[in-house]
């Protein structure tokens, strides 16, 4: 009942938020090898609880923290075109030679990106990931309101998910469905989906190799 | 040039009236840092050095530095004033301010809260905390580490070897091209202090 009310009003979550399950994102840490080393890309911001995790494995982080350093606006606002590609590219740590990224956590920040810009941004690091990378996002699917400004997720100790960017004014949700996020992921095509206790759907997307994106 | 501590941070605090309360927490957040309290050399907010800056001993930078920063075997704390614009070379570093460039240290790096950070990230032991802002990445594959770091055995020291994008080692790094107007600053303290 308590749950049911709190799916019906955005702004209750907004002021109290819970600890949330995601399987996905567990999986996927789970899933980390720990004998080969990995290069992840986390399009949010620098949490010592999610480098605590990471740093179970041999890897390098990148942190692009797009919410902070003006990422969304710059990405929204840039013309369609080359324009566009640049400013997606320039959002991007700069990358190691020989140094392909694995993994991208996205959280919520799709949500807050124009379609053209999240095809721009996903392309961009499309073209430094390796084929088979994986990128992980949560989407706004049951709620119609989201907050104003992405989301700070913070693992907990037990693998759930909170959202530690605390309360603040909302937003009509774009509420992007499977079948135009699948559009506008460059090369990432979905591989799961699922829909979480707390109303968002959890995504995991797989980059194709360019044989593979040309055969579709 | 630069104004050179007492004996503990309190003495340091001490010397600023004006400083505010979250600057008063520094000394001991330092001492932390660097497992030991006592003297570190202060670059002023008031001072502004473009160039190379080398030193043996502790460094609180509360200033403005471009260039290169080498404390090799001590601790540098970028403090809340101070903003760097550098490849960072040092045993630990500590931010509070706001940095542009690559941070190596041959033990740890901490980012503390509401400090801004531009650049890649090389320690064994590196902590940013809530509310500190990063953009750029962290090594945390040990062997990467040690490698980056090229750390030797006989002292301990950091010594940079890591390449950079331009696939030059960072000792290459150490002697940037100078801007004309180029200071190399020494920081030894002088005979017969620590």
């Given at each position: 009942?308590?749950?049911?009310?709190?799916?019906?009003?955005?702004?209750?979550?907004?002021?109290?938020?819970?600890?949330?399950?995601?399987?996905?994102?567990?999986?996927?840490?789970?899933?980390?090898?720990?004998?080969?080393?990995?290069?992840?890309?986390?399009?949010?911001a620098?949490?010592?609880?999610?480098?605590?995790?990471?740093?179970?494995?041999?890897?390098?982080?990148?942190?692009?923290?797009?919410?902070?350093?003006?990422?969304?606006?710059?990405?929204n606002?840039?013309?369609?075109?080359?324009?566009?590609?640049?400013?997606?590219?320039?959002?991007?740590?700069?990358?190691?030679?020989?140094?392909?990224?694995?993994?991208?956590?996205?959280?919520?920040?799709?949500?807050?990106?124009?379609?053209?810009?999240?095809?721009?941004?996903?392309?961009?690091?499309?073209?430094?990931?390796?084929?088979?990378?994986?990128?992980?996002?949560?989407?706004?699917?049951?709620?119609?309101?989201?907050k104003?400004?992405?989301?700070?997720?913070?693992?907990?100790?037990?693998?759930?998910?909170?959202?530690?960017?605390?309360?603040?004014?909302?937003?009509?949700?774009?509420?992007?469905?499977?079948?135009?996020?699948?559009?506008?992921?460059?090369?990432?095509?979905?591989?799961?989906?699922?829909?979480?206790?707390?109303?968002?759907?959890?995504?995991?997307?797989?980059?194709?190799?360019?044989?593979?994106?040309?055969?579709? | 040039?630069?104004?050179?501590?007492?004996?503990?941070?309190?003495?340091?605090?001490?010397?600023?009236a004006?400083?505010?309360e979250?600057?008063?927490?520094?000394?001991?957040?330092?001492?932390?840092?660097?497992?030991?309290?006592?003297?570190a050399?202060?670059?002023?907010?008031?001072?502004?050095?473009?160039?190379?800056?080398?030193?043996?001993?502790?460094?609180?930078?509360?200033?403005?530095?471009?260039?290169?920063?080498?404390?090799?075997?001590?601790?540098?704390?970028?403090?809340?004033?101070?903003?760097?614009?550098?490849?960072?070379?040092?045993?630990?570093?500590?931010?509070?301010?706001?940095?542009k460039?690559?941070?190596?240290?041959?033990?740890?790096?901490?980012?503390?809260?509401?400090?801004?950070?531009?650049?890649?990230?090389?320690?064994?032991?590196?902590?940013?905390?809530?509310?500190?802002?990063?953009?750029?990445?962290?090594?945390?594959?040990?062997?990467?580490?040690?490698?980056?770091?090229?750390?030797?055995?006989?002292?301990g020291?950091?010594?940079?070897?890591?390449?950079n994008?331009?696939?030059?080692?960072?000792?290459?790094?150490?002697?940037?091209?100078?801007?004309?107007?180029?200071?190399?600053?020494?920081?030894?303290?002088?005979?017969?202090?620590?």
């Amino acid at each position: 009942m308590i749950s049911s009310l709190r799916r019906a009003n955005p702004r209750t979550l907004s002021d109290s938020p819970a600890a949330f399950h995601a399987p996905l994102f567990q999986e996927l840490l789970t899933g980390l090898d720990a004998t080969r080393r990995h290069v992840i890309l986390d399009l949010g911001a620098a949490s010592t609880a999610m480098l605590a995790l990471l740093g179970r494995s041999r890897c390098r982080v990148e942190i692009a923290d797009l919410a902070h350093f003006g990422g969304i606006d710059h990405l929204n606002r840039a013309e369609h075109g080359p324009a566009l590609a640049h400013a997606a590219e320039s959002l991007l740590p700069n990358a190691l030679p020989d140094d392909a990224i694995d993994l991208v956590f996205c959280w919520d920040l799709p949500n807050y990106l124009t379609l053209d810009a999240l095809s721009a941004l996903m392309a961009a690091i499309g073209r430094r990931a390796r084929p088979g990378a994986l990128a992980h996002a949560l989407i706004f699917y049951a709620d119609r309101d989201m907050k104003e400004h992405p989301g700070r997720f913070v693992p907990t100790a037990d693998g759930e998910l909170i959202d530690r960017s605390g309360p603040g004014a909302v937003t009509a949700a774009p509420r992007y469905s499977p079948e135009v996020l699948g559009k506008s992921m460059g090369r990432f095509v979905i591989d799961r989906a699922r829909l979480l206790g707390n109303g968002m759907q959890e995504f995991l997307f797989r980059l194709e190799s360019c044989g593979d994106a040309s055969n579709h | 040039m630069f104004e050179r501590s007492k004996k503990d941070d309190d003495t340091i605090e001490s010397q600023d009236a004006n400083r505010n309360e979250s600057d008063k927490t520094f000394g001991s957040r330092r001492s932390k840092v660097t497992g030991r309290g006592g003297d570190a050399a202060v670059i002023g907010r008031s001072i502004q050095i473009n160039g190379d800056l080398r030193g043996g001993e502790d460094l609180r930078i509360e200033g403005d530095v471009s260039g290169t920063v080498e404390l090799k075997n001590s601790a540098l704390t970028i403090g809340k004033e101070g903003k760097v614009k550098a490849d960072v070379y040092a045993r630990s570093i500590a931010v509070d301010g706001e940095t542009k460039g690559d941070l190596y240290a041959a033990e740890r790096i901490s980012v503390h809260v509401n400090a801004r950070v531009q650049g890649n990230i090389i320690a064994p032991k590196v902590s940013i905390e809530e509310g500190a802002h990063f953009k750029g990445s962290i090594e945390m594959d040990p062997a990467a580490v040690e490698k980056a770091l090229g750390k030797t055995a006989a002292n301990g020291a950091a010594k940079p070897v890591a390449e950079n994008k331009s696939g030059k080692s960072a000792d290459d790094k150490a002697t940037p091209k100078k801007p004309a107007k180029d200071a190399r600053t020494n920081l030894h303290p002088p005979s017969g202090t620590a």
